[in-house]
């Protein structure tokens, strides 16, 4: 680590603490991210605590109403679907790909984000006008069209799914770190440690990157609601997880045939897509006014 | 802004509408599966038929000569033939064209006609429970997934409470001769008011559920705008002179509010696009987007690349305007 970075340190842990206070004072925040372990302990612990089979079929529990409803069981307290499978068993299961497919996406897209933003803003010259013109031409795409478009040419499954939203997701976070990789080149810190001897690859990853980090997480929260709706939206249209494996998006396609007569087979797959969504776009929002002071209001 | 900054404006769209154009070539020039293939299907013929397809389609050719035969093609807005229909592309297109494009404006009515007042509210009582209301909506709005907000809508207004129909465009006592292929137009130019009412009903569900996550954003982006502009000192001053509160507020305040309302609705229209592909499979509607869903099932491949670049190219030039719109509203940003 050079002197000026050095100099840094401690001010930039202060700063990061007390944001941090901040975040964990808002009550509305905390109570979303306690939504958001859950759906991820759920998502981990399926196998444990699920009540049933998620893909076991009985077609004598075809439709099968809610424990609370006339006609229904509570070994299946939230209904069962037309192949009689238990839906709050397919939920906790379905945790596990909307969770798995929106962190991997985010992950992947955040660290080749980085990666080109920081190359970009950096280096300028053609490595700069190259990366700006794909992210151009990539942002000249509808999100969802782009990713139909892949997914056509691809094929369904699990790992096409996290490729046909990273190929775009990528550009948010690399304009993200190339606009502040800009603003912070020319500071006296980087200065003194090009001045130190420092190289491109040194300056980029240990100087620029710790510093602009807070901007580049709190997107990246941001936008994992938006690929979890994404990827719901792929499997809602057929193009997402293959049946039988239990995703939201396609549990709700499933009950669209029988709204007449059984309202619960599209309502709860929904109802958890806007929950975990809704308290992550919460916790996210908090984050920003905790961590970007240029959101507060 | 200066003609000059205009073009060199539409200048720089021209690399990207070529790198558009390039992608959406690659992604069906690498799809598995060999074009001639899926096109003959089940039917048996010969070699020599097969090469005098692959020839005529000019399969036979370098990849880079291809995607600039593709590229001469497309400005022509020639797709070939799709493979279902047995007609060009572009004819199919055009005829579902104007479903999807009848819904989009419906739902931008809709948006900008719900979100511009609840946002000024929300900023004129700020911290208000109406404020609060339209904060915690404006979230929901952008947490809801739209397929699922669709069949809601559909159990609750078409089957519990059975005043608005499940799907499709217009009830079939109802149909009209197609003259623009907008039904509230032709419904009105066949001078039917009852079938004008019967084609707004079968919009208002779709148009809601795609309207909404632009209401959402809208409505955020007003009342912040409104609550800048509040703070403003001209306003201030036209308080301290003595004007209405009224009038400074909607003749003053609210014209200047409405200028980011404006340019991100133009940003977000390009949003609607992709939308449409999810509230046309839930609701039925025979538009454009559905033709694509169906389009992916059935492998039909041109039509799949013909929508695909007319969604990316409609994208593109929505940004554009957008841009130029923001410019010319607001004086002060220059391009």
Not at chain 1, 188 to 213: D, S
Not at chain 2, 35 to 55: D, F
């Amino acid at each position: 680590m050079t002197d000026a970075s050095l100099a840094a340190a401690p001010s930039a842990e202060s700063l990061f603490r007390r944001n941090l206070r901040d975040f964990s004072r808002n009550r509305l925040a905390m109570a979303s991210l306690t939504v958001i372990l859950i759906f991820v302990l759920m998502a981990v612990a399926a196998p444990l605590i699920a009540p049933q089979d998620p893909n076991e079929t009985d077609l004598f529990r075809r439709l099968q109403p809610p424990g609370w409803v006339d006609g229904g069981d509570w070994r299946f307290p939230l209904g069962c679907d037309a192949l009689g499978r238990d839906i709050l068993s397919r939920i906790i299961y379905g945790a596990r790909i909307s969770i798995f497919i929106g962190a991997a996406v985010i992950v992947l897209a955040t660290g080749v984000g980085i990666l080109a933003g920081l190359a970009a803003g950096y280096l300028r010259g053609w490595v700069d006008v190259v990366i700006s013109r794909v992210v151009d031409i990539l942002l000249g795409f509808p999100y969802l069209i782009f990713a139909i478009g892949l997914m056509a040419m691809m094929g369904p499954g699990l790992l096409n799914i996290v490729l046909a939203l990273a190929y775009k997701e990528w550009v948010i976070p690399c304009r993200v770190v190339r606009g502040e990789t800009l603003a912070v080149r020319e500071l006296e810190y980087v200065e003194a440690a090009r001045a130190l001897g420092a190289g491109p690859r040194h300056i980029m990853w240990r100087e620029i990157l710790p510093n602009i980090l807070s901007p580049v997480i709190v997107v990246s929260t941001i936008r994992m609601a938006h690929v979890i709706i994404l990827e719901a939206s792929l499997s809602f249209l057929g193009l997402g997880v293959q049946p039988p494996t239990a995703s939201w998006g396609s549990m709700v396609s499933d009950g669209r045939a029988f709204i007449l007569e059984a309202w619960w087979v599209s309502t709860f797959p929904g109802l958890a897509i806007l929950l975990l969504v809704l308290a992550i776009n919460v916790a996210s929002q908090a984050l920003r006014d905790a961590f970007d002071p240029r959101f507060s209001e | 802004m200066s003609l000059g900054k205009l073009l060199e404006r539409i200048i720089q769209l021209i690399p990207v509408l070529l790198g558009v154009s390039l992608i959406v070539f690659v992604m069906m020039a690498l799809t598995p599966g060999d074009p001639v293939q899926i096109m003959v299907g089940e039917q048996s013929i010969t070699p020599e038929q097969e090469a005098e397809l692959r020839r005529n389609l000019g399969l036979d050719r370098p990849m880079v000569e291809r995607f600039f035969i593709f590229l001469a093609h497309a400005v022509q807005f020639d797709f070939g033939n799709s493979f279902y229909h047995g007609r060009p592309v572009a004819d199919v297109i055009a005829e579902r064209l104007p479903a999807t494009i009848e819904l989009s404006l419906v739902a931008l009515i809709v948006a900008l006609a719900t979100a511009i007042p609840l946002g000024v509210v929300a900023a004129i009582r700020k911290n208000s429970v109406l404020d609060r209301m339209a904060t915690v909506g404006s979230l929901l709005g952008v947490s809801l997934p739209g397929f699922w907000f669709g069949i809601l809508l559909i159990m609750l207004f078409a089957v519990h409470m059975q005043v608005l129909p499940v799907s499709g465009r217009i009830g079939y006592d109802n149909e009209v001769a197609a003259v623009t292929g907008f039904l509230l137009i032709d419904t009105l130019l066949a001078g039917d008011i009852g079938a004008f009412g019967d084609a707004l009903r079968h919009l208002l569900l779709p148009a809601i559920t795609l309207g909404l996550p632009m209401t959402a954003i809208l409505m955020r982006v007003t009342r912040s705008s409104m609550l800048e502009v509040m703070r403003q000192d001209y306003v201030t001053f036209a308080e301290a002179k003595g004007l209405p509160r009224r009038r400074v507020l909607y003749r003053h305040a609210l014209k200047n509010a409405l200028i980011p309302t404006v340019s991100v609705a133009a940003i977000e229209t390009g949003s609607l696009l992709g939308g449409n592909m999810i509230v046309e499979t839930v609701f039925g509607w025979p538009g454009l987007g559905r033709l694509v869903v169906e389009s992916i099932f059935l492998r039909n491949y041109p039509l799949i690349q013909a929508a695909v670049l007319l969604y990316a190219v409609t994208y593109v030039l929505l940004n554009f305007l957008a841009d130029i719109l923001y410019t010319v509203l607001n004086p002060r940003v220059k391009l």
